[in-house]
Each structure stands twice: as structure tokens, then as C-alpha cells.
């Protein structure tokens, strides 16, 4: 069945430094491919989505790239700040269904 | 996008009894769900919510434990039954927006500690 791989947390960088996180996934057909965050104490928010290869989701200053070769969707953001320590999820939606499935979650700290 | 209301947003209860959380959207909806995040955990579908029919439960959940209610096309409920510690959990409802490259949005969650 379908899946999502996301690296292990916990991450932690200083304040400015490059964030990667990866994820990788299986799927049969065409899934869209999302990233979710939740902050410290709060419920889940859409972060950004891309809904074919090689189309970019991009919000807040984060990244990602739908890469089809590779069946991956990694997250990046050139200069952290400490307001984004959160967990990040993976998350991927099947074409023509409406089930999503998350990776585990990656929990990153950001330090000062 | 959509808003998404959930009530209540936390809750202390007693092990045996049963919670019942309120969902609210502020636009018409075909899919609902519903899940659960045990601590430290990522998301796992409990029900698709689907209105005026039962709800499709994944594997590992069942009715009798989790009824859930769809009246209206904007609301939905789901019941945690005779709940025990194990129960603790965050409980989100989420709706899918959009046919192609569905989204789907989360409420705040239902923070259930039980004791």
C-alpha cells in the first residue's frame, strides 16, 4: 500500500542555519504530495502541497519538490528562525481517493 | 481552504465514560474525517464520516468504541465510548477541499487526557 518515509527527528540547528528534511514515498497512480506542520500545543496546518512532478510548493520561505525519479518531496528553508521549531509531517493524498498518509513526523528545534 | 471548528478542545475525563466532540466547518463539505494522534505520534484515520450513511471505519476501529454522526454536509461528530487511559489523544476532525490534489484541512484538535 501506499506510504510515507520521513527522516528521524529530532532536528536541531541554530538560528540561520539550512533546513532539509527528508521524505520519500510509495504509491501507485498520481498522489499529490503535502507537508504539514504543527506547533508546540496546537492542531495541524497546511504548510504547502504540489499536485504533479516537478511542480514546487513553496510557503513562508519553506520548499519543496515534487520528484517523480525519485519518489521524494523534501522539505527545505534557507535560513531557519526559532519561531519554526514545530514537527513537520509528510503526507501524501491517492488520486482519486480522498485518504491522506502521513510519515511519521519530524520534530525540529531551533535554537537562538 | 475551510475553517474548521472543534469542540471541546480539551477535556479531563474518567476512565468508563464516553466524550463526544463536535465538529463544525464553515462551508459544505463532501469528506470528513476523523483522526487520532497519540502522544508523540503522527496521525492515524480512524472513520471517514459520510453524510447520511454510516461512517467507513479503518482497520483497527470499530463503531460500538467510536459512533460518529454526519447530519448535515457542515458538522460531524464522533463519540469516544467507555474510554480508558489509552484513549489519550488528540482527536481532529479534517475536511478534503478540491478534486484534484485534494487538501485536507485540520481543526484545532480535541486534547483528551483520560484519568
Known amino acids: 500500500g501506499d506510504s510515507v518515509t520521513q527522516m528521524e527527528g529530532p532536528v536541531t540547528l541554530s538560528e540561520e542555519a539550512f533546513l532539509t528534511i527528508n521524505c520519500t514515498y510509495t504509491a501507485t497512480g498520481y498522489p499529490s504530495l503535502f507537508w504539514y506542520v504543527q506547533y508546540p500545543g496546537e492542531g495541524l496546518q497546511l504548510l504547502l502541497k504540489?499536485?504533479?512532478?516537478?511542480d514546487k510548493g513553496s510557503n513562508k520561505g519553506f520548499e519543496a519538490t515534487y520528484r517523480k525519479e525519485t519518489t521524494s518531496f523534501h522539505l527545505e528553508k534557507g535560513s531557519v528562525q526559532v519561531s519554526d521549531s514545530a514537527v513537520y509531517f509528510c503526507?501524501?493524498?491517492?488520486?482519486?481517493?480522498?485518504?491522506?498518509?502521513f510519515g511519521a513526523g519530524t520534530r525540529l528545534f531551533v535554537k537562538a | 481552504s475551510a475553517v474548521i471548528s472543534q469542540k471541546p478542545s480539551r477535556d479531563i475525563c474518567q476512565r468508563g465514560t464516553s466524550l463526544t466532540i463536535q465538529c463544525q466547518v464553515d462551508s459544505q463539505v463532501t469528506m470528513m474525517f476523523w483522526y487520532r494522534q497519540q502522544p508523540g505520534q503522527s496521525l492515524t484515520l480512524i472513520a471517514t464520516a459520510n453524510q447520511g450513511s454510516e461512517a467507513t471505519y479503518e482497520s483497527g476501529f470499530v463503531i460500538d468504541k467510536f459512533p460518529i454522526s454526519r447530519p448535515n454536509l457542515t458538522f460531524s461528530t464522533l463519540t469516544v465510548s467507555n474510554m480508558s487511559p489509552e484513549d489519550s489523544s488528540i482527536y481532529l476532525c479534517?475536511?478534503?477541499?478540491?478534486?484534484?490534489?485534494?487538501?485536507?484541512?485540520f481543526g484545532e484538535g480535541s486534547w483528551l487526557t483520560v484519568v
Open positions: 479534517s475536511v478534503a477541499t478540491g478534486y484534484s490534489g485534494n487538501t485536507i484541512y
Open positions: 504540489a499536485t504533479k512532478a516537478d
Open positions: 503526507a501524501l493524498s491517492d488520486t482519486g481517493g480522498f485518504k491522506t498518509i
